[in-house]
């Protein structure tokens, strides 16, 4: 029932942050921050008590929730916590205050709607992060959507009408391919055994001919990388990001993304390891592809939040990498990096939004030399901006490197494909900087610093970004469990092998020495 | 008390906490304090640390230390942990010395600046960085240290932030090193995947176990280091950001762009050196990048205008020396040369710095002169730094390090005479060029007025640089002048010795060592000749003509700047200059061939209810008639 | 027996309905004509009750019955609105819902 | 019975090509009512006694009462045609017709067939029983659509009192 009381939280308490308008201006905001706060306790309380692992089907669940539904369909209402949904649902929770406490002063009309819609969409992606079932899963990965539009299109800027159908469409067409194939499962399995089942343990048994296998595994491919998202399904990121409300593109960015990284891991590999091994190369291209051409496109940008959009799909362009490189190094890499760029992303969207709210601009030509105006801002935004340059230290390196390390063994010329994108990271990071904050002060109007609410919300991102860049072990060895099983569970691929270890070490130097002389 | 080790790196860092967060509430003399004490109490800790360290020395060669475990997951198990030998200690000391002894003299240089808590943050912060470099027991920790002196660099060169030029270089400092930066990791993604271990020590003596001398794995990693290292040393071809970044405040010129950071590579494959010694093509290779980037450099120092980039230029060309040295396998005489060079050129730039301050920040050689007089402890201070860059003989510290570079490049197996035909010009060239600052600035008539000498807090540091620069070298001296073999005792226990040629005697040492004597006295008297004022040919080339073609290309550093910029820079800027997505057109085509199919299809709504109606009953005939066939 | 010539009328008057609808522009007119082919389907529906001797036709008439009173309720409640705003009662004036 | 029914299928016809074809809409009115009522009574001859009545005070009544109101309702558009509408050979031919289908039902009752009434008695009671048995959601839907009905000519109708008040 706890993990029920996951999702309910929010959605149950959206309601009553639009009727919460009518007390105060803050009240829908304490409401949902209060709902966040108490989910994301409760998740920490299911997550972290003692639980004997149970061996139900593939899943190694913590917590286990499974109630029947429609039987008929072989739908149920199946609900798993493992390692990988309790790190991503705290996240999520946190990612959400953030991004509530990031529209404090920007959001001024129809309050509690705006709440009312964050925790609706919320309370979808912590369902989307729950459900193994995989209706249900479907169910919520819409539910999350119509408030997530509805975000952009009331709150958003000046072009939010275009953004948000582009968002819509893009996301919609990913998400009818992902039914199809959904739907296309459960009728196999019925040709299979008598009876559909939409149950992700079930489906997993399921062997599949090669050809049909094939299909599916792109159809659940672009459903994902839509939302990852991954070239070239990219493009209405960086208009989405940069129209929405800046506490709608701290979710879409910190939390939305992930949705499609975590279908990846829990859908797309574990359901046809075979089908995946011939793309698995594709995919991994895809990966570097995005790294290098966002990364390149991101230092064209003259407009601060098209140039974070473009830095962002070329951060999830690591996932990518990382998701199919098929080690547990490159997997640990990839939760990693999903939750590091949660905070980086989140923490920039929140200071360029800040600019904007300042300026009313994003043209950073129209900015430069806001050191002195604004230091507060100024000295998060270098933080940030050395966060998503991948500095060590910081919890975005760890994620790139494990990614990296993990992947090196199996794709090498792609690693080195992807460290030229370390560099251009270096150049639009510093380029929006220097044209933001050093050099000559292009407008001399003199603008409030950061407020208290804001200040302490960067910086709370900030200490996360460093305490999980020097001790990443917190979120790590939660996931490990979860990471070893899919690596079994994908064991099957030829192209893939584990991480190196000793005894591999060793055995190599073996053969080394019956070589030499 | 050797357990204390963990705090060297701690204390700076707490320093650039406290000034970082609090800076702001703080005053002036608070701040400075803070600063300077971080340090400080670093190079105390770094003292009692040692005192410990050399009671066990020789039995217990090195000391270990993990304070947690970084990254531990996956068969990859990375700790953040410190390793203490003989060569880190060395340099930790060299580091929160000299480091100290710069904070201090910022403390008075800086004194009314704006950003005085910010500078004093990033200063210490990057101490924190580089002791964490040269401390680190693993290559990812080293790599943390390495990015982190990066960043202070690129902070501290754009120190004066409302000067767009100045953010360009840092921005090309940071790239360009970024560049090198990368390539290191390359070279660690290779050797964890061979080793399964990022430890420093681990990995070494597993390579050493698996590759055989010459094997391709062997010589790529090192060819990736080497890059790493050639990027943060300012080593051709990556040269191009060193000059810039004199664009800083000239305390973080001394500390981080002559002294410390800069020297980073010349750390790296010394601390690599099982893994270099695998590679000797890599090796030769160190040593020609070397010989060549001290005669460039070297050559362009002689003719530059400004006074900053002369030294810039000149450490460049030092740092050339010392990795002419590990190339050649004297690891011990660059590590040498690398602890005079940090005394004597943080010497040189403070003094200058001294120099600028009196000036009112003027920069301009030709704009100085006649300082002898007005700024006397400058003057014998950077003498004295200068004598010891030329390597005037037996009481400088320059000439004893140097003289150990050359006899090794002379004597090594592994090297060529005619590299130590280069290096010898370049000595001579390092004598033309240190003395042609001297006799510009502080001989002849008197051009800008100074303000005066600088206080006690900017003297101190200087006397005692200068102290050190003269006497630093004694820890090492030669056969043929005392035989003192302080240094490379020490430092035995973590580097191999020198192998020498068979068949070298002391007498060839004597004649090569007279040989380097008279390249830097003919350098010195030829900048005599031709710089000091009422000499010679003093009138000729007193008003030295910069538009020749030949000079602009030295004054550029060899052009190297303006090749970069059409190789690379240039198709940069062109691949990003449209910030359109092109893949976006296309979907934006798709978007508007579908809104033109919808124009096109919206004239069958006329509106009309009969149109419909008609439609509909056509629509119904055509289904049925389909039913009846 | 009479269901074969009934059912051939109830074409012809649907026929009829349908030439009136297409080719009246007055809206009162085309509203005429539906009624006369709900008629004439109507008629086809008691016509196919008799033949076979069952209630369904009758009870399908209730329904069209139904299905008119309230389409007329509705439909002339719009021509009254229509005439009143374009003052004419032209149906191919009424168009603004073109593309 | 035949012939009967051929009478009533003539007239029908007849007077829909009228309806259709008329330029005035009271005369289009009188001919659709005769033509409901020719259809009311073939209903009858087809055995759907009840039917034909519904269609007479339904159609005939209730329906094209509606109709003639909105035509009156929507006077100023059609006065100049009120003059012409109450012309002689404007309810000639309606009347014509209508006598027609009088002679028809007068034979009928003269032939005293009266076995219908019987039969009628008890197909209503089938029509009833399946009414409120199989298509009992039939008749929810029918009131379900009526109720909108309902509203929405109360709704239209306000609206537009409202805006004449307004002009």
């Avoid at chain 1, 601009?361 to 991948?390: D, H």
Wanted: a neutral charge; charged letters at 10%.
């Amino acid at each position: 029932m706890g993990l029920w009381l996951l999702i309910l939280i929010p959605i149950l308490a959206a309601p009553f942050a639009w009727m919460g308008q009518q007390w105060s201006h803050h009240a829908p905001r304490w409401i949902a921050i209060g709902a966040l706060a108490v989910d994301c306790l409760l998740a920490l309380l299911l997550g972290s008590r003692d639980h004997a692992v149970q061996a139900s089907g593939h899943g190694a669940w913590l917590v286990e929730s499974h109630i029947g539904w429609i039987p008929r369909w072989g739908i149920s209402l199946h609900l798993g916590l493992d390692g990988l949904s309790f790190i991503l649902i705290i996240l999520t929770a946190f990612i959400g205050v953030v991004a509530i406490l990031a529209s404090w002063t920007e959001i001024q009309s129809r309050i509690g709607l705006f709440h009312c819609h964050v925790l609706l969409a919320l309370g979808g992606v912590i369902g989307v992060f729950l459900a193994i079932d995989l209706f249900l899963f479907f169910f919520f990965w819409e539910l999350m959507l119509v408030p997530m539009y509805l975000l952009i299109v009331i709150w958003g800027h000046a072009q939010r009408r275009h953004a948000s159908f582009k968002f819509f469409l893009f996301t919609q067409a990913g998400s009818l391919v992902l039914l199809v194939a959904i739907v296309a499962l459960a009728l196999l399995h019925q040709q299979a055994t008598g009876h559909p089942s939409f149950d992700y343990a079930d489906l997993m048994e399921l062997t599949l001919g090669s050809e049909m296998a094939r299909w599916l595994m792109l159809a659940f491919l672009i459903g994902f990388l839509v939302k990852l998202p991954a070239p070239p399904f990219h493009t209405w990121l960086p208009d989405t990001y940069t129209e929405a409300p800046t506490g709608a593109t701290i979710i879409l960015a910190g939390i939305l993304a992930k949705t499609g990284a975590y279908g990846l891991l829990r859908f797309t590999i574990p359901l046809f390891p075979e089908a995946m091994s011939d793309f698995t190369p594709i995919v991994m291209g895809l990966g570097v592809v995005g790294i290098l051409y966002a990364a390149v496109l991101a230092c064209a940008q003259t407009d601060i939040k098209r140039l974070v959009a473009y830095s962002s799909i070329s951060h999830m362009g690591f996932i990518l990498l990382g998701a199919f490189a098929g080690t547990e190094l490159a997997l640990q890499g990839v939760v990693m990096q999903m939750v590091a760029h949660g905070l980086s992303t989140g923490g920039l969207f929140l200071l360029a939004g800040a600019l904007e709210e300042r300026y009313q601009t994003r043209e950073m030509g129209q900015m430069g030399g806001l050191w002195s105006v604004t230091p507060r801002l100024a000295t998060m935004a270098l933080f940030f901006a050395c966060a998503s340059l991948g500095l060590p230290g910081m919890a975005n390196f760890v994620g790139e490197f494990l990614v990296l390390f993990g992947s090196y063994a199996t794709q090498p010329i792609m690693i080195i494909l992807v460290s030229f994108g370390m560099v251009m990271a270096a150049i639009y990071s510093l380029g929006m900087m220097q044209r933001t904050f050093f050099g000559r002060q292009q407008d001399t109007r003199s603008v409030p610093d950061l407020s208290n609410v804001a200040f302490g919300t960067v910086l709370l991102i900030a200490v996360l970004q460093i305490w999980l860049g020097l001790y990443p072990k917190a979120v790590l060895s939660t996931t490990q469990p979860v990471m070893e099983q899919l690596v079994r569970a994908a064991g099957a691929l030829p192209t893939l092998s584990h991480a190196p270890t000793e005894s591999l070490w060793s055995s190599h130097i073996v053969a080394l020495q019956g070589d030499t002389p | 008390m050797i357990s204390l080790l963990w705090l060297i790196p701690v204390l700076p860092l707490t320093g650039f906490l406290l000034l970082a967060f609090f800076g702001g509430r703080l005053s002036r003399w608070q701040i400075a304090s803070v600063g300077c004490g971080s340090v400080g109490t670093a190079a105390v800790t770094t003292a009692i640390v040692a005192a410990d360290f050399f009671r066990t020395f020789p039995d217990q060669e090195s000391y270990h230390q993990t304070l947690w475990n970084w990254i531990d997951t996956s068969g990859m198990t990375v700790g953040i942990s410190w390793y203490l030998d003989a060569l880190s200690l060395l340099m930790v000391a060299v580091i929160t010395g000299v480091g100290f002894l710069i904070h201090v003299y910022s403390a008075e240089y800086m004194a009314h600046d704006d950003g005085y808590a910010r500078f004093f943050a990033y200063m210490n912060l990057f101490v924190s960085a580089m002791l964490t470099l040269v401390l680190a027991d693993n290559l990812l920790l080293l790599y943390l240290g390495w990015e982190g002196v990066g960043l202070c660099s690129y902070l501290l060169i754009g120190f004066w932030y409302r000067e767009p030029e100045y953010g360009t270089a840092a921005q090309k400092a940071f790239i360009v090193t970024r560049i090198g930066d990368t390539a290191f990791a390359i070279g660690l993604f290779i050797l964890f995947t061979q080793f399964a271990s990022l430890s420093i020590q681990q990995v070494q003596s597993r390579a050493v176990e698996a590759w055989p001398v010459g094997s391709n794995l062997a010589m790529i990693v090192a060819v990736l280091f080497l890059i790493g290292a050639v990027g943060k040393s300012a080593q051709l071809p990556l040269q191009v950001w060193l000059p810039d970044a004199m664009a800083g405040p000239t305390p973080v010129s001394a500390l981080i762009h002559a002294a410390t950071m800069v020297t980073a590579g010349v750390y790296l494959i010394a601390r690599m050196h099982h893994l270099f010694a695998l590679a000797p093509m890599v090796q030769e290779v160190i040593a020609v990048l070397g010989l060549v980037t001290l005669l460039l450099a070297a050559s362009s120092a002689v003719v530059q205008t400004d006074i900053k980039r002369v030294l810039a230029y000149s450490t460049m060309s030092q740092i050339g020396y010392m990795f002419l040295a590990l190339g050649v396998g004297a690891w011990s005489a660059a590590l040498f040369h690398f602890l005079t060079h940090s005394c004597f050129k943080a010497l040189l730039f403070l003094a200058a710095g001294s120099v600028i301050h009196s000036l009112h920040h003027e920069q301009d050689i030709f704009k100085m002169g006649g300082l002898r007089r007005h700024l006397p402890w400058t003057f014998w201070t950077f003498l004295i730094g200068a004598a010891a860059m030329s390597g005037v003989p037996l009481i400088t510290s320059g000439f004893y390090s140097k003289d150990w570079i050359l006899w090794s490049v002379w004597s090594s197996p592994i090297s060529h005479r005619w590299i130590w035909f280069g290096a010898l010009f370049g000595a001579m060239l390092t004598g033309l060029y240190s003395f042609r600052l001297i006799f510009r600035v502080f001989f002849g008539e008197v051009r800008t007025q100074p303000a005066g000498e600088p206080g006690l807090a900017m003297r101190g540091p200087l006397v005692v640089l200068a102290f050190l620069a003269l006497t630093v070298g004694f820890l090492e001296m030669p056969h043929t002048l005392g035989n003192v073999t302080v240094f490379s005792d020490y430092l035995s226990h973590a580097l191999p010795t020198t192998e020498l040629l068979p068949g070298i005697d002391e007498s060839s040492e004597a004649r090569e060592q007279l040989a380097v004597t008279v390249a830097a006295l003919l350098g010195i008297g030829l900048a005599a000749l031709l710089f000091l004022p009422g000499s010679l040919f003093t009138s000729r080339w007193a008003d030295q003509s910069t538009d020749h073609p030949s000079m602009t290309l030295l004054q550029g550093g060899w052009g190297f700047d303006r090749l970069y910029d059409r190789l690379f820079v240039r198709p940069w800027f062109t691949l990003t200059r449209y910030p359109h997505d092109m893949l976006d057109r296309g979907y934006e085509w798709l978007a508007v061939c579908g809104k033109s199919c919808h124009g096109w299809m919206s004239y069958t709504q006329t509106g009309h209810v009969r149109w419909y109606a008609a439609t509909i009953a056509v629509g119904t005939l055509m289904l049925l008639g389909l039913f009846a066939m | 027996m009479l269901s074969t010539p009934a059912l051939v009328l109830a074409i012809m008057l649907f026929a009829l309905g349908l030439i009136g609808l297409l080719s009246r522009r007055n809206i009162l007119y085309m509203l005429l004509s539906l009624e006369i082919m709900l008629n004439a389907a109507a008629l086809a529906f008691i016509a196919g009750g008799a033949r076979w001797g069952q209630v369904d036709g009758e009870i399908m008439f209730l329904f069209i019955l139904t299905l008119a009173a309230a389409e007329v309720s509705v439909a002339l409640g719009i021509v009254l609105q229509l005439s009143h705003r374009f003052r004419t009662l032209d149906a191919d004036a009424f168009c603004e819902l073109r593309g | 019975m035949e012939i009967l029914f051929y009478i009533a299928a003539a007239v029908s016809f007849l007077a829909t090509v009228r309806v259709i074809t008329h330029v005035h809409p009271v005369h289009a009115l009188l001919y659709l009512v005769v033509a409901l009522i020719a259809l009311a009574l073939i209903f009858y001859l087809l055995g759907a006694q009840f039917a034909a009545a519904l269609e007479i005070i339904i159609y005939g009544g209730a329906i094209m009462v509606l109709f003639i109101f909105v035509v009156m309702l929507l006077g100023p558009l059609a006065v100049e045609q009120e003059r012409t509408w109450m012309t002689p050979h404007a309810w000639v031919g309606p009347s014509i017709l209508a006598l027609v289908l009088l002679g028809e039902v007068g034979y009928l009752i003269a032939a005293g067939d009266h076995t219908g009434s019987v039969i009628a008695e008890t197909r209503q009671k089938g029509i009833s029983i399946a009414l409120y048995g199989p298509y009992i959601i039939g008749v929810e839907l029918a009131s379900m659509l009526l109720l909108p009905g309902l509203i929405g000519a109360y709704h239209l109708g306000r609206r537009l009192s409202r805006e004449g008040r307004g002009c």
